[in-house]
């Protein structure tokens, strides 16, 4: 049974038991949520989770495509992925604990057909700070499911993960308590972590057992279900979200919900009794494209090729939702997955562009069971190419240079910085690459490296005095203009030039613009017409735009947002967005002091275009354009 199967078989199962299929959420998602991208199939739902009512009804099934991108830097293990999909089923205030735990057990080992002697399951122990009880009434459903199955099923109190690590489990335990660190559900933790007036609830979650995986005791002297050695592997959890957290403590909710998530890859890998979700159907032919393209086997390479599956993956979903690469929000995490894959590949010996190869055969893997991925193919194909061709002379650059300054076998922060300031090469990348190739990086890299932007946004600061005051010289409405078109166009350089395009002073009057910037060499004419073309294009689509206050931190690390200077304001700034009406992601996204015009049409309100009328040295490495509304 392919995942593609289990897939199909999950939504029909649920059909049949009177759910209504629902369709996937966008990666990205809608509204305020507070977060970049959709990381459950739960997520999408909370509204109805908390009480409104859902247009089609209280029974819903559905397969949703998440992202975490928290997990990228775990990617290369067997099991963690940045893309997933989480089969999901929710009653809201219909079904509970009765139907919920028989129906999953019985497509688990009916409908996929697992072995339930290798099924094992945790509940929620209880809390006695706050009276919650003790989940019997689960830990009793599955024991009598098991013994249907002519299994012995004992119970056991396990308590915390670092008691299970003590204890262990004895002969025919099959059924575990746990505390709530691993079997309470609330968005914001465990019941002691609540705020008053969130929901919450005990969960049930169940494992499958790899016989043929040993227990590693670096994490501890014995093995359980909620061990991290790789035996065990959780495959989905329940959640019964009952109660609401109080002044003193918590009450009934009014309605008793269901909240399942069970992810389709790791189900897919305990079919065919594989600890390694990547040799599954809806991962393992891109494992097979890249050994062909490579000429290398997955069994020498696996950690490579499992990054580059799985990013890969990851970066056509996103662009599927239009998130396309950039160094804003969303954009920032596609370009990061983007530039890993592309490093990767590199360790594979594939230098060649190699993207155009593979997004097809990833294509054709969702293409049956999701049209939107097979519509918008050649604008993922287009939109992944034009980035890798724009990164490879980067990454040549940035690997080439990196190599040099290591001749003693060790990075500093200075040397990083370097990478950044004249490359453009990604700072995480060169944290990752000195790994690779087994250089020492020194421990104060970063103390090092933030020394050295500070002395650059001093000197940039000084030699800007007077003429760039939170990037505008004026307040006129001329100069508004001007300023608004410097963003647009310093994101149109970069888009033509590259990432290591980095802002080194400007100054606007009511008749020009001037900018400055990090580039080692001439502009061509054809690169200027094509900054033009970029700009003017943008002018006429009358993007809008609006700015936000964020914490300096999170707006540049977090959020991606340009901002050369963007630490003179303190521990908060403005973050300047300039969006299309209905488009995803912005074209600009920069830190500034403003003001700035509200639409970009009032750029070209009188009849003028954009036009760069000279590009010349400045310093060296450092380039100047200026450039008018005529």
């Not at 009653?91 to 057990?105: H, V």
């Not at 019985?106 to 809390?127: C, I, M, N, Q, S």
């Not at 030039?497 to 008749?511: A, C, K, P, Y």
């Not at 973050?575 to 009406?581: F, G, L, N, T």
Request: glycine share 8%; with cysteine; charged share 30%.
């Amino acid at each position: 049974m392919t995942a593609q199967e289990i897939r199909k078989a999950y939504l029909e199962f649920f059909e049949k038991r009177g759910h209504k299929v629902i369709p996937r959420a966008l990666l990205v998602p809608q509204g305020e949520s507070g977060v970049l991208f959709t990381g459950s199939g739960m997520q999408p739902l909370i509204p109805y989770l908390l009480g409104e009512a859902h247009p089609k009804g209280n029974r819903l099934v559905d397969s949703q495509t998440c992202l975490r991108s928290q997990d990228i830097e775990e990617v290369g293990d067997n099991r963690h992925t940045t893309f997933f999909e989480m089969l999901g089923n929710w009653s809201l205030g219909d079904y509970f604990k009765k139907e919920q735990l028989p129906w999953f057990f019985e497509f688990l080992t009916d409908e996929v057909g697992l072995d339930p002697e290798k099924l094992y399951v945790t509940v929620f122990a209880g809390d006695k700070q706050f009276d919650l009880p003790k989940d019997e009434v689960s830990a009793k459903y599955w024991q009598d499911l098991f013994i249907k199955k002519g299994l012995k099923a004992d119970i056991a109190d396990i308590g915390s993960e670092q008691e299970g690590y003590s204890r262990g489990i004895k002969v025919n335990e099959r059924v575990f308590y746990y505390d709530a660190s691993k079997n309470w559900w609330a968005p914001e933790g465990k019941p002691s972590e609540m705020s008053e007036g969130q929901p919450g609830g005990p969960d049930s979650e169940v494992f499958y057992l790899f016989e043929n995986v040993e227990h590693d005791e670096k994490w501890g002297k014995n093995c359980h279900p909620n061990c991290d050695c790789g035996r065990f592997m959780e495959i989905g959890n329940s959640v019964f979200m009952e109660y609401v957290r109080t002044k003193d403590g918590f009450d009934k909710l009014p309605s008793q919900n269901v909240d399942f998530g069970g992810g389709l890859e790791r189900i897919a890998a305990a079919k065919i009794n594989s600890p390694d979700v990547f040799k599954i159907s809806i991962l393992l032919p891109i494992i097979e494209s890249l050994e062909k393209l490579s000429g290398k086997k997955y069994e020498q390479h696996t950690n490579a090729m499992r990054v580059i599956a799985d990013h890969l993956r990851g970066a056509v979903w996103l662009a599927v939702d239009d998130v396309v690469p950039s160094n804003k929000e969303q954009g920032y995490v596609a370009r990061r997955l983007m530039r890993r894959a592309i490093r990767f590949a590199f360790e594979l010996g594939i230098e060649q562009n190699f993207v155009q190869e593979v997004v097809p055969v990833i294509v054709e893997l969702y293409e049956k069971d999701f049209p939107e991925i097979a519509n918008s193919k050649q604008k993922v194909i287009d939109t992944l190419v034009r980035e890798e061709k724009v990164f490879r002379q980067t990454l040549r650059k940035g690997v080439r240079e990196l190599e040099k300054m290591s001749k003693n076998g060790k990075i500093s922060g200075n040397n990083i910085f370097s990478l950044y300031d004249t490359f453009g090469f990604p700072v995480e990348l060169s944290i990752e690459e000195a790994a690779m190739q087994g250089f020492e990086v020194s421990k104060k890299w970063r103390e090092e490296f933030d020394e050295r932007m500070k002395e650059q946004r001093e000197r940039s600061q000084t030699a800007t005095k007077g003429t760039f005051k939170g990037g505008l010289g004026g307040q006129t409405l001329q100069h508004k203009k001007y300023h608004t078109a410097t963003h647009l166009m310093y994101q149109a350089l970069r888009d033509v030039l590259g990432d290591h395009v980095i802002q080194r002073g400007s100054n606007i009057t009511e008749e020009r613009l001037r900018f400055d910037f990090s580039h080692p060499e001439k502009v061509t004419r054809e690169q200027l017409d094509e900054v033009e073309k970029i700009v003017n294009e943008q002018i006429k689509k009358d993007l809008k735009v609006t700015w936000h206050e964020y914490p300096t931190k999170v707006a540049r690390e977090e959020m991606g947002a340009l901002g050369q200077f963007g630490d003179r304001y303190g521990d908060t700034v403005k973050v300047y967005k300039m969006i299309a009406d209905g488009a995803d992601n912005p074209f600009s996204f920069e830190i500034c002091g403003g003001p700035h015009v509200d639409h970009t049409l009032q750029l070209i309100e009188d009849g003028k275009v954009f036009k760069i009328l000279k590009e010349e040295s400045s310093s060296a490495g450092i380039r100047r354009i200026k450039a008018v509304l005529q």
